[in-house]
């Protein structure tokens, strides 16, 4: 949202939707919980659809265009009600980083992906993507040298739909090592795949969002270079 040629590309047709949602505390860096219920239709419409008219909280007034409380109180027109506001921490985010701060903060969240993505496939005789990002996020498998001959070079085609089960105990065993380390933080995600007929059980894999801004190429391969160290502790490889 803040760059205006990735905005082009990752949200074409954004402008035909009615609502969507976005959570600056990700990728933005603004504290915890930030998220946000864009609108196209106004406020009113969000009132009718999910206002109970709680009439222990809300005592509204017939008359909006008074000066009472009831007027700007939107409680009721909020999923959440209560929360503490949002806007607040956004406000604040917004004002100390400026739109060309948040700019540059997503554009390296993006860049640091591609980048991470290409050095993957650098070593493509060690790792495999399990898609390629187009955001901030990388997902990809270790593949240590006892599975290569299994695993490669064709198994991960989508066509195939056949993603081999061992690599779910590698990526937890490598994850576990690299943490304890405490170097370097990792974690892992599987999905089920429910493209067919049949439903489609994708073994755990790597998962790391791109965020901080003072990741660089260095720490990008840092990251790597310990995956492969720990893969070869385990795996007892030369």
Same mark, same amino acid.
């Given at each position: 949202?803040?760059?205006?040629?990735?905005?082009?590309?990752?949200?074409?047709?954004?402008?035909?939707?009615? @609502?969507?949602?976005?959570?600056?505390? +990700?990728?933005?860096?603004?504290?915890?919980?930030?998220?946000?219920?864009?609108? %196209?239709?106004? &406020?009113?419409? $969000?009132?009718? %659809? *999910?206002?109970?008219?709680?009439?222990?909280?809300?005592?509204?007034?017939?008359?909006?265009?008074?000066?009472?409380? !009831?007027?700007?109180? $939107?409680?009721?027109?909020?999923?959440?009600?209560? %929360?503490?506001?949002?806007?607040?921490?956004?406000?604040? @985010?917004?004002?100390?980083?400026?739109?060309?701060?948040?700019?540059?903060?997503?554009?390296?969240?993006?860049?640091?992906?591609?980048?991470?993505?290409?050095?993957? +496939?650098?070593?493509?005789?060690?790792?495999?993507?399990?898609?390629?990002?187009? !955001?901030?996020?990388?997902?990809?498998?270790? $593949?240590?040298?006892?599975?290569?001959?299994?695993? +490669?070079?064709?198994?991960?085609?989508?066509?195939?739909?056949?993603?081999?089960?061992?690599?779910?105990?590698?990526?937890?065993?490598?994850?576990?090592?690299?943490?304890?380390?405490?170097?370097?933080?990792?974690?892992?995600?599987?999905?089920?795949?429910?493209?067919?007929?049949?439903?489609?059980?994708?073994?755990?894999?790597? %998962?790391?969002?791109?965020?901080?801004?003072? *990741?660089?190429?260095?720490? &990008?391969?840092? $990251?790597?270079?310990? =995956?492969? *160290?720990?893969? +070869?502790? =385990?795996?007892?490889?030369?």
């Amino acid at each position: 949202m803040f760059c205006e040629n990735e905005r082009r590309v990752l949200l074409k047709g954004s402008e035909l939707a009615n @609502s969507f949602t976005f959570n600056p505390h +990700k990728m933005l860096g603004v504290p915890l919980q930030c998220s946000f219920l864009l609108v %196209r239709d106004g &406020l009113d419409e $969000i009132r009718n %659809r *999910v206002a109970l008219k709680a009439n222990y909280l809300f005592h509204r007034s017939e008359d909006m265009d008074e000066d009472d409380p !009831s007027s700007w109180d $939107i409680g009721d027109s909020t999923v959440g009600c209560g %929360r503490k506001p949002d806007s607040l921490k956004m406000w604040l @985010s917004w004002r100390y980083y400026g739109t060309e701060g948040f700019s540059n903060r997503v554009s390296n969240a993006l860049l640091c992906a591609n980048r991470f993505s290409e050095l993957i +496939k650098e070593r493509n005789d060690k790792y495999e993507l399990f898609r390629y990002p187009v !955001s901030n996020l990388v997902s990809f498998w270790y $593949i240590p040298k006892c599975l290569r001959s299994t695993c +490669k070079p064709d198994i991960f085609t989508e066509s195939q739909k056949c993603y081999p089960e061992e690599l779910a105990e590698v990526t937890k065993k490598i994850c576990d090592l690299v943490n304890s380390k405490g170097e370097i933080l990792l974690d892992y995600a599987s999905v089920t795949l429910h493209e067919g007929e049949t439903p489609v059980r994708v073994p755990e894999f790597f %998962r790391i969002p791109f965020n901080s801004p003072i *990741v660089d190429e260095n720490y &990008l391969e840092k $990251i790597i270079n310990e =995956i492969e *160290v720990c893969g +070869k502790e =385990i795996y007892g490889e030369q």
